[in-house]
C-alpha cells in the first residue's frame, strides 16, 4: 500500500506539469503539425490567388451596357469572344510572340548558361559575369523597352549607321513598329528569366558524367545532345514556363513597340478595361488563364520540374 501511494504522489505532480506546460506543436499527430504549419501559406494563396481568380470567373458571366454592370449569369461574353474572328486573330499573335520569343530566349540563355557553367573556371568570375547580365535588370521593364525606339526608328542610330557603311541606301521601315520590335524588347526583357533556371540546373550537374563520357570516346556534340541537354530539361522548362507566361501576359510592350499596330490578348484586356467593359474583359482574361495552363500542362509532360524544386 505504500508502494503504490508513493507511485501515486510521484505520478501526480508529472502530470500537473504537463497540464500547465505550453502548447506544442510536437505534441500533435504528424498530419495535423503538417496541417497548422501550412496554414499561413494557404490562407495568403487563398485571398490573393484563388479568391483573386474566383471573382474574375464570377464577373466574367456578368453582363454590361454602355453605362453601367449588371449581375447576371449569361455566357453573353464567352459568346462574342468566341464567334469573333478578331479574338482568334488576337490569339495567333499572342501565340506567335510566345513561340518565336521563347525559341530566341531559349538559344541565347542557353548558350549564357553553358559557357557560364562550363567555360569560367572560377567562382568569382562566374558572379561577376553573372551580374552583369543582371545590370540591365536594374532599370525599368519600361525604361530598358523604350530605350529601343531612338535606336530602332527611322532617323535612329542603327539605320544612320547601315547608310554610313553603305549597306543600305535608304532608312529600313521594318525596323520600329513591327512585329521585329515587339519581339526584339520581349527578348531582351526575358532573356535572364531563361539564364537563370539553366544555369543553375547546369551547376548541379556531376563533372565526372561529362569527363566519362569524354573517356568513352564521346565527342563534344554527342556529349552535349546525350548528357548535358538531358540534365538541364527541368531548368528549361522552368524557364520556358516563365518567358511564355510572362509574353502571353504582357501588353505593355506590344503597345509602344508597335506603335499600336498590333495587339495581344493582354492588351484586348487592357482596351476593355479602358472603356469600363469589365465582365468581358474578365471573360478574356480566363481564357487566356485556361491558355496558359494548357501550354504549362504540355510543358510539364515532358520532364518532371518537382526533382528541380
Given amino acids: 500500500m505504500t508502494d503504490q501511494t508513493q507511485s501515486i504522489s510521484s505520478v501526480a505532480p508529472a502530470a500537473k506539469a504537463r497540464a500547465k506546460a505550453p502548447f506544442s506543436l510536437s505534441r500533435l499527430p504528424d498530419a495535423m503539425t503538417g496541417w497548422l504549419l501550412s496554414l499561413p501559406l494557404a490562407l495568403v494563396l487563398f485571398f490573393f490567388l484563388v479568391l483573386p481568380i474566383a471573382m474574375i470567373v ?3 458571366f456578368w453582363g454590361a451596357t454602355e453605362f453601367s454592370i449588371y449581375p447576371a ?8 469572344l468566341l464567334t469573333s474572328p478578331v479574338t482568334y ?4 499573335n499572342t501565340v506567335k510572340y510566345a513561340l518565336i520569343t521563347w525559341a530566341i530566349t531559349l538559344v541565347i540563355g542557353f548558350t549564357v548558361a553553358y559557357f557560364l557553367a562550363f567555360h569560367v573556371r572560377t567562382l568569382t568570375w562566374q558572379i561577376v559575369l553573372f551580374l552583369l547580365c543582371t545590370i540591365p535588370f536594374w532599370t525599368s521593364n519600361i525604361i530598358r523597352m523604350i530605350s529601343w525606339i531612338p535606336f530602332l526608328g527611322r532617323n535612329g542610330i542603327a539605320n544612320s549607321t547601315l547608310i554610313s557603311m553603305g549597306v543600305i541606301d535608304e532608312p529600313l521601315d521594318w525596323l520600329l513598329f513591327s512585329d521585329f520590335s515587339v519581339i526584339l524588347a520581349f527578348v531582351h526583357l526575358y532573356t535572364l528569366f531563361m539564364v537563370v533556371p ?4 547546369m551547376m548541379r550537374i556531376d563533372r565526372s558524367l561529362i569527363e566519362a563520357a569524354y573517356d568513352n570516346g564521346a565527342t563534344g556534340l554527342q556529349t552535349l545532345t546525350n548528357v548535358i541537354i ?14 511564355v507566361t510572362l ?9 509602344f513597340m508597335s506603335g499600336s499596330q498590333k495587339a495581344n490578348v493582354g492588351r484586348l484586356i487592357s482596351n476593355d478595361i479602358a472603356l469600363l467593359q469589365y465582365p468581358s474583359a474578365a471573360a478574356t482574361a480566363v481564357i487566356l488563364l485556361i491558355t496558359v495552363l494548357l501550354v504549362i500542362s504540355i510543358l510539364l509532360r515532358f520532364v518532371d520540374i518537382r526533382k528541380e524544386l
Fill in 58 to 60: 464570377l464577373v466574367s
Fill in 73 to 80: 449569369f449569361q455566357f453573353d461574353n464567352y459568346e462574342f
Fill in 89 to 92: 486573330q488576337v490569339f495567333f
Fill in 198 to 201: 539553366i544555369f543553375n540546373t
Fill in 230 to 243: 538531358p540534365l538541364t530539361k527541368p531548368g528549361i522548362m522552368i524557364g520556358s514556363i516563365f518567358v
Fill in 247 to 255: 509574353v502571353m501576359g504582357d501588353f505593355i510592350t506590344v503597345r
